[in-house]
């Protein structure tokens, strides 16, 4: 089997404290594959996403691991090399639309900048392209919708256009770090229908972090449970959630409501 | 709770209209927010109110204790009408009606000890000597599941799900007969959102209290709740006893928010119902769809 898309190696975090963010964590991604990070607050698994992307903040710091992504440890690049990984090899969705997306920017010019920005495009193509963009993300009168302020779009036309600019750059792989958590259950189903759609098209891999097992028994492939930095069971998404063999996994399982 | 006995709340079309100024030249509008809702929650039970952000089940809930003033209806506590009631009737009458909200950070005063924050109603209501309230807010503690130990601390020194039950403990202080939970436990992890229900749900039992659990997770009311009322742009589109209701849905809106949930079986059978606006009338009335169980269809 070739090597996977994403492959990440005893990776460790430390914010300084007594113990580690993340704690010596390996799992691999292959190319259109979802896998699903499922944990609690505190748990890591947002900060394995933003060490991934060497996005962390001081204090956070990443101790030791590799992060290899088609081919490349990602931990050695310069940050010239890696804003050039950023967008256009793989890109994030965040849990927030409304503090992600930038407040005093016409819509289509926050998607065009992501592709003017790594030489795919000048800006009138670049509009045009926002234009099919938000249309691949179904929202409707795109042509129109891409002169509108971020403010003037609803909590669920936000998270598409978040997935527009993720999109932009056409990369192998996309983070979704909780990207339906902050939307109301029917606009959830919405966003996670059109994720599955897109995912299908572009053939994108996906590294879904949510606390919801329920949308990963929807989206994922495979499972990967975290709890206190540790990675504690990761497997196919059916043998986790029918067969759970750690005592945590367990216990997360028997949480959500109505699981009995 | 038999019947024939009348129920303990009643709130009989219920209204909260709210204007919004649009500009300096453009006539106000009007957000309907709570618009004709009615339903009684009887002694000892615990009523599920369910509804998407703006559907206006926290308003209603914020309505009945009037935190905001309803514009009209009437909400009847064992069998009174506390619209009518003077503040200082009103005062009184929360006494017996507290409210537990979602976020435990802002609903906790930072600079106040936890055993001052739970002893505050006490205070307010001028009830027991010194002592005697410090008692009251020991034994509070202790029905919480909160260390005793713990009342001199600050807010911040506490976890999400400890922060809940302090904020418990405080609607507790007073001996209520009702209290609502207002997404309570929303933004708690799950498997402290679990530890929390268990404490509400062993607490109602012990102090026999009434729930009004407001809520936009319909696992959790499903699992905790024996009646349950949907709310859907200010309007109650359905309502009855848990289990006729969440297996035999009836209003187009409840059937697709009911569609949406994610299932943890990933080989089960997905069929999500897209809401159609135009298949239902808004203003219809509730109607007798089965035994216990109304839909506005």
Redesign the interface.
């Given at each position: 089997m070739a090597e996977p898309l994403l492959d990440v190696q005893h990776l460790s975090v430390t914010f300084g404290g007594p113990s580690l963010a993340v704690d010596d964590i390996s799992f691999y991604l292959n190319a259109g594959e979802t896998l699903g990070v499922v944990g609690?607050?505190g748990s890591g698994k947002s900060v394995t996403a933003f060490s991934i992307l060497r996005l962390l903040q001081p204090p956070g710091r990443i101790m030791s691991g590799r992060v290899r992504f088609q081919g490349r440890d990602l931990l050695t690049l310069t940050e010239t090399e890696m804003r050039e990984v950023r967008g256009a090899g793989i890109s994030l969705i965040f849990q927030e639309p409304m503090t992600a997306l930038n407040p005093v920017m016409r819509v289509g010019d926050q998607i065009a900048e992501a592709l003017v920005v790594h030489g795919k495009a000048t800006w009138s193509d670049a509009i045009a392209s926002a234009v099919e963009l938000l249309d691949a993300v179904r929202v409707p009168d795109a042509p129109r919708r891409v002169h509108d302020y971020p403010h003037q779009f609803s909590?669920g036309m936000r998270q598409r256009v978040m997935i527009a600019i993720a999109l932009a750059c056409r990369p192998p792989l996309v983070i979704a770090d909780e990207p339906t958590t902050a939307l109301?259950?029917?606009?959830?189903?919405q966003v996670?229908?059109l994720l599955r759609e897109l995912k299908a098209r572009y053939n994108l891999a996906m590294l879904l972090i949510t606390?919801?097992?329920?949308?990963i028994?929807?989206m994922a492939d495979r499972v990967a449970v975290m709890f206190k930095g540790k990675l504690v069971e990761q497997g196919p998404?059916?043998d986790v959630?029918r067969h759970p063999a750690n005592e945590y996994t367990r216990?997360?399982?028997?949480?959500?409501?109505?699981?009995q | 709770m038999a019947t024939g006995s009348p129920p303990l709340v009643e709130v009989r079309h219920l209204v909260k209209h709210f204007v919004r100024k649009q500009g300096l030249f453009a006539a106000p509008s009007i957000v309907k927010a709570v618009d004709g809702v009615s339903f009684t929650i009887n002694g000892g039970e615990m009523f599920g109110l369910v509804g998407e952000s703006g559907s206006g089940k926290s308003t209603t809930g914020r309505c009945i204790l009037r935190l905001i003033e309803p514009t009209s209806g009437e909400v009847r506590f064992r069998g009174e009408n506390v619209l009518d009631f003077s503040t200082a009737r009103m005062r009184l009458a929360r006494r017996d009606m507290q409210i537990v909200f979602q976020d435990p950070v802002s609903s906790l005063n930072p600079r106040m000890r936890v055993g001052d924050i739970v002893e505050e109603p006490l205070v307010i209501h001028s009830l027991g000597s010194k002592a005697e309230r410090r008692a009251r807010v020991v034994e509070l503690f202790q029905l919480v599941g909160l260390e005793s130990g713990y009342v001199a601390r600050y807010p911040h020194e506490f976890s999400g799900g400890q922060r809940q039950r302090i904020g418990i403990a405080r609607a507790l202080a007073l001996n209520p007969a009702f209290i609502i939970a207002d997404e309570a436990v929303s933004a708690l992890d799950v498997s402290i959102q679990a530890q929390v229900v268990r404490l509400l749900l062993d607490l109602k039992e012990r102090l026999r209290l009434t729930c009004l659990f407001i809520a936009h997770d319909l696992r959790l009311v499903e699992h905790i709740c024996t009646r349950v009322a949907v709310m859907y742009m200010g309007r109650i589109v359905e309502l009855g006893e848990t289990r006729a209701l969440f297996s035999h849905p009836t209003h187009p809106y409840t059937r697709a928010l009911l569609s949406a949930i994610p299932v943890l079986d990933p080989d089960a059978p997905r069929q999500r119902l897209e809401l159609d606006p135009s298949s239902f009338e808004r203003d219809a009335p509730l109607k007798e769809v089965g035994a216990q169980h109304w839909a506005a269809v």
């Open positions: 609690e607050s909590g109301d259950v029917t606009i959830q189903a996670l229908d606390h919801d097992f329920g949308v028994a929807e998404v059916r959630l216990s997360l399982l028997a949480a959500v409501p109505g699981a | -």
